[in-house]
């Protein structure tokens, strides 16, 4: 299944957070939106790095508007 959310950062910070957790994921709408798929593959240790990079991207400031 594929995950997708808008997180309200600056796109090269969520992108840097992914790249340097080795998460794959790709971006829409000029970097606003990501987009994760869970394949059959992923492993717990896959799951993980995801949502310790999602917890990394909340914490982080909000773009500028």
């Known amino acids: 299944s594929i995950v ?3 997180h309200g950062k ?3 910070s969520v992108a ?3 790249d340097r957790r080795k998460v794959q994921v790709s ?4 970097g606003a939106h990501v987009r ?4 059959l ?3 717990r240790e896959d799951i993980g790095r995801f949502l310790e990079a999602a ?3 909340r914490a982080l400031p909000d773009a500028r508007v």
């Open 4 to 6: 997708g959310f808008l």
């Open 36 to 39: 994760a798929g869970a394949a």
């Open 41 to 43: 593959f992923s492993n």
């Open 55 to 57: 917890d990394e991207i």
């Open 10 to 12: 600056e796109a090269a």
């Open 27 to 30: 971006f829409q709408d000029g």
């Open 16 to 18: 840097e957070v992914f």
